[in-house]
């Protein structure tokens, strides 16, 4: 059985040295392919900041349940509704935007390499489409993908709730705003492991994941991003698991305790601070699948396998290393 999670937080104030802007007679003629991507780089990222309103546009993706948290069961981009983790009952899909259908793809100039995954924007329509469609409205989506053909592609829920429409582009203002989180705290999400190889998902914060550290019997190791998910290689270590995660607001979350020790993690697993349904479900799960061994190989393959249903817009993702999880047998976890 899984123990009791604890989760502690505080907060991380950061100081940077000043920077030197070397004069223009000093920049190396190679040096300005860097610089201007350095300028590119900051203008998408003042685009997600938080409290500051910009000007884009919005269009609707699907009706369907999971077309773009879920993407053909795949998790899309960021991962929360992966069908490795459950689909749409995975412990990293219970937020309240995912549960209500208030979730959006954005475009890959705001997803960059995934560092937006998880991140809540208030979105409104004043009522200036040119057609003069729809009403004025407004709401806070989650972003849950990439591969967006405007800047937002939304859930039909979230898009008629803003428009009172159903399909077209509509010009918004959206500014990033802290989320809404479900009871239970933080959760962090078994995506697929092997002996030496983990992947991991983040959720249920009111920041997306800035950095993210793990700690297994006193043994530290730092996590990397790759395009929406975390991936992480410890080898053959055990003990008590010990996550660090600061968000981009700077807060830093703990999450202790989690699976019985690193050596006992499956994919489809979650660890939160102390929702009671979350670690019944998983404990529950746990004592009846039978005992899996770590493999010391790596399958190769794509985590995004399958192509496009008739309709659907074609899904840009985001680019994965040829690591997939294990064929553990999943933990689907219900709430109520």
């Given at each position: ?63 369907t349940p999971d077309t773009i948290v879920g993407y053909k069961s795949e998790g899309s981009a960021c991962k929360f ?256």
């Open positions: 059985l899984k123990p009791f999670v604890v989760q502690a937080s505080q907060h991380v104030t950061r100081s940077h040295p000043p920077r030197s802007v070397p004069s223009a007679a000093r920049v190396p003629a190679g040096s300005m392919t860097f610089i201007k991507s350095a300028l590119v780089a900051a203008c998408y990222a003042g685009a997600a900041s938080a409290g500051t309103v910009h000007n884009g546009k919005m269009s609707m993706w699907s009706s509704a992966d069908k490795e983790m459950g689909g749409l009952s995975a412990p990293t899909a219970q937020t309240p935007y995912i549960k209500a259908k208030k979730y959006c793809a954005v475009n890959r100039g705001m997803f960059g390499g995934g560092e937006i995954c998880g991140a809540c924007f208030r979105i409104s329509y004043k009522g200036d489409q040119e057609q003069g469609l729809g009403r004025p409205g407004s709401d806070v989506i989650q972003v849950v993908d990439s591969g967006s053909w405007a800047t937002f592609d939304c859930h039909m829920s979230a898009f008629h709730e803003i428009t009172d429409y159903t399909t077209g582009f509509f010009p918004i203002t959206y500014e990033q705003v802290p989320c809404e989180t479900a009871a239970g705290g933080p959760v962090v999400g078994v995506l697929g492991s092997t002996y030496y190889v983990s992947n991991l998902v983040f959720n249920n914060l009111e920041f997306p994941v800035k950095a993210a550290s793990v700690s297994v019997g006193g043994q530290d190791f730092d996590l990397k991003l790759i395009g929406g998910w975390w991936y992480v290689w410890t080898g053959g270590v055990k003990g008590s698991v010990v996550f660090k995660v600061t968000e981009d607001n700077d807060e830093a979350v703990t999450i202790s305790g989690c699976f019985g020790g690193w050596q006992n993690r499956r994919t489809g697993d979650g660890c939160t601070s102390d929702h009671p349904g979350l670690k019944a479900a998983l404990q529950l799960a746990a004592a009846r699948l039978p005992p899996q061994e770590p493999s010391p190989t790596m399958p190769g393959g794509s985590l995004r396998g399958f192509a496009p249903a008739d309709g659907v817009k074609p899904h840009s993702g985001s680019t994965e290393p040829s690591v997939l999880p294990s064929a553990n047998e999943t933990v689907a976890v219900f709430f109520p």
